[in-house]
């Protein structure tokens, strides 16, 4: 068979595009309303994307004033939508800096098992200075430090989802044994950050262990996703710089021992679309004029840690010099490579700039009709720039529903995307086999299980 593309459908308010929440286009429904997030879940496996995602921030944003900058907590999310929908994939992201890993190893298989086994977790460092200010107050945990501290969490939560063997829970009444304890074990881990000893209290999930996503960017980033994700979520705004991202994240997962074929990247890409492109360029204008220079100034600053941009003028060209240099920001630093490369190719005026980030924050944007789109995405799935897409419409549910309508059937047509599901599970949708357990090891040998109180 023909390689096949996957689509994820990354929720985001009420669209990607900064000015989506007061579009006519968007949806009427509170961002608070599980119904909003029920139906465009529905509307995604009707369409026959492989997940959903959703993100996560830990603290709210300044200009919560002049827009919408709340949302209900993923993992939660989750939970009511594994019970409206069957096969779509559901992706939540969760932080490694600041959250315990027995208590995410158990939200996530307990999301696993209650989906059915399409749940994921997009694992993040938190890289929003004022999160550090909920949890302790110690001040920003440094890039290098999230990421020490996220590779012992691996370690741990991977130990903890392989801390059941696939046959443990025999649940046999009439002999009265529930599991066989010589198949579950303790992990003991003892490390720098985390000492746990397990196992977890929850028996093996359907996927073995939740699907992994990462969308780490900096060197270290590649290298954390390249060694734990299954799938690689990336911003891009030129087919270069995603094909030089593709080639290097299969080559570091190869070095890894990975199958480089079992590491999906999907680069965002926020489409306006419409039968003509002057029709599909005329929308995107029309929401671009109701966004406002400050609310982005203001999200500009947050990317870059805070930085002071209130004295540049918004319309004289910027010069890299303006922003401060990428190794120095704690924050999402590849994100301001990302921002930084943009002025220098394009010369742009803040004002030119704030209203390209206010698209899709760095992700790529473009207005065309559907057979321009799905002729984008043949092109970057077929030149070595992605396995697939993280779709981000800039207006939700309207540009979702003409994506779904017009643009799905071209790939179909061109045997690029599936028509229907094939399996059940969002592994089996990614092509991805099950992990290996430490029980499958011949050498595996079992201890006794400690004594717990019940509650
Ligand atoms: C599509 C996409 C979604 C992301 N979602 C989140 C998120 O929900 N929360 C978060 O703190 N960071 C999120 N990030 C940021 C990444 O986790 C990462 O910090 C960023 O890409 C910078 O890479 P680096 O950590 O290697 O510098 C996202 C990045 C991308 C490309």
């Known amino acids: 068979m023909k390689r096949q593309l996957h689509l994820n459908l990354f929720i985001h ?10 579009h006519p286009g968007s949806s ?3 961002l608070t309303d599980i119904r909003y997030y029920q139906d465009l879940a529905q509307r995604a496996e009707a369409a026959l994307f492989d997940s959903i995602f959703f993100a996560d921030q830990l603290a709210l944003g300044g200009d919560v004033a002049q827009a919408p900058r709340t949302w209900l907590e993923p993992i939660t ?3 009511a939508l594994a019970g409206a929908t069957s096969r779509v994939g559901l992706i939540a992201t969760a932080s490694t800096t600041y959250t315990e890993p027995f208590n995410l190893a158990r939200q996530f298989a307990s999301i696993d098992h209650i989906s059915n086994g399409r749940a994921a977790w997009n694992i993040v460092t938190s890289w929003l200075a004022t999160a550090a200010e909920n949890y302790g107050g110690a001040g920003q945990v440094s890039h290098a430090d999230r990421y020490a501290r996220g590779e012992e969490f691996m370690a741990v939560v991977k130990a903890l989802w392989d801390s059941w063997a696939a046959d443990s829970v025999v649940d046999d009444r009439a002999a009265g044994i529930y599991a066989r304890a010589n198949r579950i074990r303790a992990i003991k881990h003892r490390g720098d950050f985390y000492q746990v000893t397990g196992p977890l209290n929850l028996p093996r999930c359907p996927q073995g262990r939740p699907v992994l996503v990462q969308a780490g960017s900096s060197e270290t980033g590649r290298q954390f996703a390249a060694r734990h994700a299954d799938a690689v979520f990336t ?15 299969k080559r570091l997962a190869a070095a890894e021992g990975r199958v480089p074929e079992r590491v999906l ?3 965002g890409l926020s489409p306006m679309i419409a039968a003509t492109e002057a029709e599909a360029t005329q929308l995107a204008r029309e929401i671009n004029d109701l966004t406002d220079p400050e609310v982005g100034r203001k999200r500009l600053s947050g990317r870059f840690g805070g930085q002071d941009f ?9 010069a890299p010099e303006d922003f401060p240099d990428p190794s120095s920001v704690q924050a999402a630093r590849s994100r301001t490579e990302v921002i930084i490369n943009l002025v220098r190719r394009d010369k742009l005026t803040l004002r030119q700039l704030l209203g390209y980030l206010a698209g899709a924050r760095g992700h790529y944007v473009t207005a065309g009709t559907p057979e321009q789109i799905a002729d984008f995405i043949e092109d970057w799935f077929d030149d070595g720039a992605a ?5 981000m419409p800039p207006l939700l549910p309207a540009q979702l529903d003409v994506f779904s309508a017009e643009v799905i059937p071209i790939l179909q047509r061109r045997g690029l995307f599936r028509t229907e599901y094939q399996g059940t599970t969002l592994r089996e949708h990614y092509g991805l086999p099950l992990p290996a357990s430490v029980f499958d090891d011949p050498a595996w040998t079992a ?5 717990v109180a019940g509650v």
């Open 13 to 22: 308010g009420r669209g990607h595009h900064e000015a989506a929440w007061r």
């Open 28 to 30: 009427p429904l509170p």
């Open 77 to 79: 999310v989750l939970a």
């Open 235 to 249: 911003a891009h705004m030129a087919k270069a710089t995603a094909q030089e991202f593709y080639t290097d994240l």
């Open 265 to 267: 990247i999907l680069p």
């Open 310 to 318: 209130s004295h540049l003028p918004l319309d004289r060209p910027l």
């Open 387 to 391: 396995d697939g897409f993280n779709i």
């Open 447 to 451: 201890e006794p299980l400690q004594a």
